[in-house]
């Protein structure tokens, strides 16, 4: 019993020293960390010393519990903490709580080993070996599954590898200029994955810091070279990144005083043009710089320009007189091409509608003086004012006892009888008796859609001598 009390408090004297120490450095480690300060190595203290005694022969298994410990002690003044495999502290001692599963000793060694495995671990991160670091982890975690501290190390080690991967990656892609494009590979996302694990992760909040000012510098050189549109692309992706940042706000109003600069003069230059134009009667295209197209940019610059829209209503006003005087001037094909270009504006459809009636009409009329009518209209069909039968000869013309005319002919739009012609008769004795009565023929104005044109009709006329 005296020798357990012994082996304990020699192994409390040992550890207690040991665990000063080893408490010493992590704290120390940790507050170097928060400084932000770099070192080169990070060495745990040297163990205290610990008288070694030989071991007599036997195998783990025929030693005592206390025998295990004591090679569990030698091994850990020997700095043999986790290897070699089978004859370090933590195995041994993991070996005398199997034989002995409550005893304090070999317990409390196990703990200040553990302790010390960990620190070691804590150590090997602070220097950036996570594969170390996980490997103690491990092997604690493989002796007493669920240690908490050596958990907690092993996620750490992960997470840590894990991140210096996705720096890595990050600065990759900005070198080969992927700030934030293509989706999901690109150095903003690899950042924004960092934040995600450690959202208060100084290197990849400055990386996007960084960013974000690299595509404001882009977005004030694009405004100084007078590239409006590539500037406020840049500012947007640098929104995107961090809106937060106060240079943003400066940024943009100078580039809109500058856009807006820019844009009254291109205002004022298209204005200037398409008055010119309009004057000039190039109201439309296919005229190169017409009136139309440049009150169009115009619009699109300040679609709230009294001018530019006080100044399309004219040009389409003036388009509406182009059509009336072509459709007066028999010009029809130009008239249905302005009236064409007029349907795809925003002119006043009724207008329209009514112009196209008139370019109608014109054309039908046309075709009438071209002697195109189409289809004969029947008699039935006229309203008749004033009708003449045809006299038939005054003589008898050998056994002729009677006759018929076959005429055509054309109602003006006066009601006139114009052109009249034979088209078939029984005899030619009665065709210039039949042609002098159509003549003095007078009919009510045939109407197509509310106005008079040109038909062409024949009636048959009979004679009896």
Do not use: C
């Not at 150095?187 to 000012?213: E, T």
């Not at 807006?260 to 309009?278: F, G, I, P």
């Not at 189409?374 to 050998?398: F, H, M, Q, W, Y």
């Amino acid at each position: 019993m005296a020798t357990a009390v012994r082996t304990e408090s020699g192994l409390f004297e040992s550890f207690g020293l040991a665990a000063l120490f080893v408490v010493a450095g992590v704290f120390g480690t940790a507050a170097f960390m928060q400084t932000g300060a770099q070192q080169d190595q990070l060495s745990l203290p040297a163990l205290p010393g610990m008288a070694t005694r030989p071991v007599a022969g036997g195998t783990d298994s025929e030693l005592g519990g206390n025998g295990l410990i004591g090679l569990a002690e030698d091994a850990f003044a020997a700095g043999n903490i986790l290897s070699p495999a089978g004859a370090n502290a933590l195995h041994f001692y993991q070996l005398a709580l199997e034989q002995v599963p409550g005893d304090e000793a070999a317990w409390k060694g196990l703990q200040q080993t553990i302790e010390y495995a960990v620190s070691s671990g804590e150590a090997a991160l602070f220097q950036n070996r996570w594969d170390d670091a996980e490997a103690i982890a491990t092997q604690v975690l493989t002796v007493v599954p669920g240690e908490e501290s050596a958990r907690a190390l092993r996620l750490r080690a992960i997470q840590e590898r894990d991140i210096e991967a996705l720096i890595t990656a990050a600065r990759d892609h900005e070198a080969a200029g992927r700030i934030d494009g293509p989706r999901g590979f690109n150095a903003v996302s690899s950042y924004r994955k960092v934040l995600r694990r450690v959202p208060d992760h100084r290197a990849a909040a400055a990386g996007l810091a960084s960013l974000a000012q690299r595509l404001l510098a882009s977005a004030q050189t694009a405004a100084l070279a007078g590239e409006a549109e590539s500037a406020q692309a840049f500012l947007r992706r640098a929104r995107g990144i961090d809106e937060t940042l106060p240079e943003l706000e400066l940024v943009e109003a100078s580039l809109t005083n500058r856009v807006v600069d820019e844009r009254n003069r291109d205002l004022a230059q298209l204005l200037t043009s398409a008055a010119t134009a309009l004057s000039a009667e190039r109201l439309m295209p296919p005229a190169e710089g017409n009136a139309f197209d440049l009150y169009e940019e115009a619009l699109a610059l300040d679609p709230a320009s009294e001018a530019a829209q006080r100044g399309q209503a004219l040009t389409i006003s003036a388009l509406f007189n182009r059509v009336r005087a072509q459709i007066e001037e028999s010009k029809l094909f130009e008239a249905d091409s302005t009236l064409t270009f007029l349907s795809r504006t925003d002119a006043d459809p009724s207008r329209i509608a009514e112009l196209q009636a008139d370019l109608l009409y014109a054309e039908r009329l046309a075709a009438a003086r071209r002697g195109e009518f189409g289809d004969l209209v029947s008699l039935s069909d006229l309203e008749v004012i004033r009708r003449t039968a045809p006299e038939p000869p005054k003589k008898r013309i050998g056994n002729l006892q009677e006759g018929w005319v076959e005429v055509l002919f054309t109602v003006g739009i006066d009601g006139r009888v114009l052109n009249p012609e034979v088209a078939d008769s029984s005899d030619t004795v009665f065709e210039r008796s039949a042609l002098s009565a159509i003549r003095s023929w007078r009919f009510k104005p045939y109407l197509v859609d509310g106005r008079p044109l040109p038909i062409r009709s024949g009636i048959r006329f009979s004679f009896q001598i």
